[in-house]
Nanobody, 119 residues
């Protein structure tokens, strides 16, 4: 199983940008499709974006299309989420995960990284 550590979250003003990172341990990172999820206060965790093992296919939830970009560097065992045009409703704890479709493959989550967007 791949171990994942998220980072890069912080307080940012609306309209700003952030890049989140997800560092993966293990030699099998490049074999997996990966995704980002988020959980806002009082809400369930939701899917944000996914990327295939070779970066050939990406998919986004409608609310972030055109603003967020998911990418990966298999040589560095790292997943990224570039977030532009941030809105207050993007405020959440962001998590990365190995995915199958748009669902997490394992029922195990890291500590996440907090993104707060002020209006």
């Amino acid at each position: 199983q791949v171990q994942l550590v998220e980072s890069g979250g912080k307080l940012v003003q609306a309209g700003g940008s952030l890049r989140l990172s997800c560092a993966a341990s293990g030699r099998t990172f490049s074999s997996y499709a990966m995704g980002w999820f988020r959980q806002a206060p009082g809400k369930e965790r939701e899917f944000v974006a996914r990327i295939s093992w070779n970066s050939g296919i990406t998919y986004y939830t409608d609310s972030v299309k055109g603003r967020f970009t998911i990418s990966r560097d298999n040589a560095k065992n790292t997943l990224y989420l570039q977030m532009n045009g941030l809105k207050p409703e993007d405020t959440a704890v962001y998590y990365c995960a190995v995915v199958r479709g748009i669902s997490p493959l394992y029922d195990s989550w890291g500590q996440g990284t907090q993104v707060t967007v002020s209006s």
